[in-house]
């Protein structure tokens, strides 16, 4: 479902993504993990097309994110980490904005859908009101509302938690599940080391650019010698890397 | 005072870090922007320079009108300043981060009133000062004045503009803390209101327009008793022009009896800004923090969500794309007060024309104000679709993964906001131009061109805009007046000058030498075809370029 080969991106002298391969499957739950200015938003935003590789290529669901996009882009969903919107819009607004701006065969199924997604993330009283007035949680979850309702087959996702409460975390842990099981492919970057640990099938770790490791969390802990945590295994592979 | 001391340090420290900053630009972006202040600059002082060397050469009459130029001048400077420092006034002491920051320090209200107050002073001043000192170095080139003049033009502006700031800053200081909490649409219906009752009140004024003779008694009887309202006695454009034709006129005496009476007033009125301050500023920024609105926008009662649904006829994502930018729009009356403004004055000297009877002047007059209207509607619109056009791709800026994110060309993007905006300036310029023709009673055949002339230009001008936009984007800004001032803005803009400059003149010129019977009737008619056609040729292209440049720039675009 997401093939990287190859990727790197350079800015100027710097090397933000160092030839990265990656392969994650149809269903696959993949958390990409790095300490900060590793290289993972980089990564995020050359593979949703935001971003043009120096070098590689990146492919979702067999299309190339560079040549093919629209189609490509039909299938994708991304959620940003930082949740900026248009203000001036109201949450229902901005919802049909986002559904116009992608073809769809069962229009009224997706406006069904959209009023259930409201609902599910506690919305549905403040969608008639302007986003300006909604709280950083309130716009990711709208966000999350607004990848959901193209059913897309492949979601990327940048710090998913980030002002999200219990509540709302838990339900978005759960949608994702869900999704993951009914086969659309998450790749998710985040810092939370426990939302990776609980529901990823599978975690890469990247630092400095470079992928330096990639498994299950199993794997993780056999290769890094570290039999505890998540969080002892992350420290103690970028403090080799270090 | 010692905290405000440091925040005007840091304020030194961050522009020195800025001046700086322009050697890392590259040396032909550098010479450009110099070349482009340097075009301008010579422009504001050339034009007037003619227009008051044409005024001299009327003897006596065109004297008493270049005085009263002056205290016109003033007025609308003082109009413009204080409208200036009420918008400067809003952002900077309620709207920015800063605020926020300052009063989370032991400071107290009235000092960071202060702080704001003088950066409103400094932001203000600055761009007016730049215009004001070419166009009254030109009356003084005519009046072949000394240099001292300069010096003594910059102390007589220094109170005169604290006087503008202060009453601004204190209007909004008033305004926020006392109307609703709604304070822009309050203003920005209010100010629209103001500007249609004006035209409205115009239109339906009597005439006083007398039957002259010729030029002379039309300006005397017609002309020159519409000055009069600029020449109030207490207001302190009446003080600084006073104050520069007593200089002139070499009573040394008299002209700081008017520096004094306008530094005394300056200090006052920042007095009495301080004072309110200690009171009013603190509530007032918390209103506005806690101004925005809950209302509900419900789809079946929103007037704005009514008019979109009759944009269903359009594909699907170009009506989400045309329908966010009409309510994003409407519900930012920041946005549309500052257009009302624009042509609202374009509207009320249009409506006024009546009452001057410019349609009794001789043809040769007419066809002058008839070009003078083309360009000013033309100008009008080229400095709004800088200021709300060129800005659109940039301020999609943070909010772009969501449009990069959509299965949609770049191409669509940049479309959407040519036709959207293009069709918006023409259903604003082609009434004001019809409007200004009909009153001016012109022949059919300048009525068909100057339409013509309105239709191109306006496509033109904003297919200039988007595409330049896109070319130089500013991703880093969200303010739309500081993406303007920018490089890409500052060229755009001179663009869009440069255009008008040549279209205008293309079509004027046969006009000219026709009414001056330097040509026949029928090379004059064969010379407007030619002009129209090269007006065409000329937009086609500017189009073209424009757009096919700005949609290479989108689709090589990294966010």
């Known amino acids: ?242 | 005072m010692a905290a405000v001391e440091q925040v005007f340090r840091a304020r030194v420290s961050a522009v020195k870090n800025r001046l700086a900053g322009i050697k890392k630009h590259s040396r032909l972006k550098i010479f450009i922007v110099w070349l482009v202040f340097i075009g301008l600059i010579s422009a504001a002082f050339y034009v007037p320079y003619r227009a008051f060397l044409f005024l001299e050469s009327m003897g006596s009459l065109g004297l008493v009108i270049v005085d009263r130029l002056l205290y016109l001048f003033f007025m609308g400077l003082f109009v413009m300043l204080i409208f200036s420092n009420c918008i400067i006034c809003y952002s900077t002491g309620y709207r920015a981060r800063e605020t926020t920051f300052f009063f989370s320090l032991p400071l107290e209200y009235a000092q960071i009133y202060f702080i704001k107050f003088i950066d409103s002073i400094f932001l203000s001043s600055w761009t007016f000062l730049c215009f004001l000192l070419p166009i009254l170095s030109a009356y003084a080139f005519v009046k072949e004045l000394e240099w001292t003049f300069y010096v003594f033009l910059l102390v007589f502006f220094v109170p005169f503009a604290v006087i503008a700031a202060a009453i601004g800053c204190l209007i909004t200081l008033l305004l926020i803390r006392f109307l609703p909490r709604r304070f822009y649409q309050v203003l920005g219906w209010t100010v629209s209101g103001l500007f249609f009752a004006g035209c409205v009140w115009l239109f339906l004024a009597g005439r006083s327009v007398s039957q002259s003779e010729n030029e002379v008694s039309f300006l005397l009887t017609n002309f020159i008793p519409h000055f009069g309202f600029s020449q109030f006695a207490f207001a302190p454009n009446f003080w600084i022009s006073e104050g520069i034709m007593k200089f002139i006129a070499g009573l040394y005496v008299e002209s700081l009896f008017w520096w004094l009476l306008l530094l005394s007033n300056a200090l006052f009125f920042s007095y009495i800004g301080i004072a309110f301050a200690r009171r009013l500023y603190y509530e007032g920024w918390l209103r506005s923090g806690s101004s925005g609105t809950m209302r509900e926008f419900l789809p079946q009662k929103d007037i704005i969500s009514k008019f979109c649904r009759g944009l269903r006829f359009l594909p699907l994502a170009t009506q989400a794309l045309v329908v966010k930018d009409i309510k994003i729009f409407w519900r930012d009356p920041v946005q549309w007060s500052q257009f009302t403004v624009f042509f609202g004055l374009l509207a009320i000297y249009f409506a006024n024309i009546r009452n001057l009877g410019y349609e009794q002047v001789l043809p040769f007059w007419k066809n002058i104000i008839c070009f003078l209207n083309l360009s000013s509607t033309n100008l009008t619109l080229a400095s709004l679709s800088v200021r709300f056009v060129f800005p659109q791709i940039s301020l999609e800026g943070k909010r772009f993964w969501i449009l990069g994110l959509a299965p949609l060309e770049k191409r669509d993007i940049l479309f959407e906001k040519f036709w959207f905006n293009s069709i918006a300036a023409l259903c604003i310029s082609l009434p004001l131009i019809l409007l200004s023709n009909s009153m001016l009673s012109v022949s059919p055949e300048l009525m068909w061109l100057s339409v013509m002339v309105v239709v191109v230009m306006c496509f033109s001008l904003i297919s200039l805009c988007t595409g330049l936009g896109a070319l130089f984007p500013n991703f880093k800004e969200d303010n739309p007046a500081q993406i303007v001032s920018g490089f890409g803005g500052t060229l755009t803009l001179v663009l869009c000058l440069l255009y008008i400059a040549v279209n205008v003149t293309a079509l004027a010129l046969p006009f000219h030498l026709f009414i001056t019977e330097q040509i026949t009737e029928v090379l004059f008619k064969k010379l407007i075809v030619y002009a129209a056609i090269f007006i065409v040729f000329l937009s086609i292209i500017t189009i073209g370029v424009s757009l096919s440049a700005g949609t290479r720039a989108l689709k090589d675009l990294e966010m």
Do not use: W
């Open chain 1, 1 to 242: 479902m997401i093939l990287i080969e190859n990727l790197t991106k350079r800015f100027g002298e710097l090397v933000a993504v160092d030839a990265l391969n990656l392969e994650i499957g149809t269903g696959e739950f993949f958390a990409f993990l790095g300490p900060n200015a590793a290289g993972k938003t980089t990564t995020i935003k050359t593979l949703v097309g935001l971003l043009k590789p120096t070098q590689g290529r990146a492919q979702l669901c067999g299309y190339d994110i560079q040549r093919d996009y629209l189609k490509a882009k039909t299938l994708l969903s991304y959620i940003p980490d930082a949740p900026f919107l248009y203000d001036k819009l109201t949450g229902a607004e901005f919802l049909d904005f986002v559904l116009n701006l992608y073809p769809s065969s069962n229009r009224e199924k997706q406006m069904k859908m959209k009023d259930e997604l409201l609902f599910q993330f506690g919305l549905d009283n403040h969608k008639y009101h302007l986003i300006e007035n909604y709280s950083h949680g309130m716009r990711q979850k709208l966000v999350f509302a607004a990848a959901l309702l193209h059913e897309p087959k492949v979601m990327i996702i940048d710090e998913p938690m980030v002002g999200l409460d219990p509540h709302s975390s838990r339900i978005v842990k759960d949608i994702l599940k869900q999704k993951s099981r009914q086969g659309v492919t998450i790749f998710l970057s985040t810092h939370t080391l426990n939302v990776a640990e609980e529901i990823a099938d599978r975690i890469g770790i990247i630092d400095k650019g470079r992928l330096i490791a990639v498994g299950t969390l199993e794997e993780l802990k056999v290769s890094s010698g570290v039999h505890g945590k998540l969080e002892d295994v992350f420290l103690r592979l970028t403090e080799e890397e270090s």
